[in-house]
């Protein structure tokens, strides 16, 4: 039996694809940078399972360089929640979507508004990196009534007695920070993102996903030697960056696909 009855629809299309043997991959997007929306759809013909696309936001407390200086470029060009949602409905991937941006957004708009405003802009799930799990009640059942996955964040410092509780929290996938500090490549992948993957998977049987610091496709089969999956955000963004436009993402993205799959 299909996964999907069961969950929402982030969470069954990445348990069907665990358990069918797959390592998942999940890239991140930063919506509202010129030529976003073609980024998108390479990164699912690519071999992502999932897209995650972030609304840039003034202050984005998670996010490194990278992902800081395309957000800038996006709202420099006019880019706001509405203009990044309204293009969603559009783009042809077949994999589910999640928005990454700040609680301040949803927060603005109203519990309520902001879940309904995602679930008619084909979004599936939401990661707020900056909402605490102890904070995080009300969000929560206001996204789960308007059928909002909300993705919970994990990270080393997250105390043993507090992990089982973050990961039932968790819908879609348990987002295992991978190390202390914002997002970007690093030379070589952190001892902590297999400890914190190893720690999620012992208390829950939902995908775990390593993201942040994953470099490349060597770091992301050896992040997936505990965990069921990695998230990709710097190493795509800076490719658009670097003007590789959507046929660079596309190639990024397979050559992680293919690495993962080789395993």
Known sequence: MSSSSKF????GFLRDRRDSGSKLLVAYITGGYEGWEAAVEAAAAGGADAIEIGIPFSDPVMDGPVIQKASQAALDAGASPGSVLSAVPNLDTGVPHAVMTYYN???HAGHERFAATLANS???AAILPDLPL????????AAAVAGIETIML???TTPEERLPELCEASKGFVYAVGLLGVTGERANLASTAIEIAGRCKQVTDKPVLTGVGIGSPEQAVEACSIADGVIIGSAVVRRLLEGGGAEGVGELVASYRNALDAG
């Open 154 to 156: 994990a990270a080393p």
């Open 122 to 124: 084909a979004i599936d």
């Open 105 to 107: 957004l949803a927060h």
């Open 8 to 11: 929402g629809r982030m969470e």
């Open 134 to 141: 102890v904070e995080s009640g009300p969000w929560r059942e």
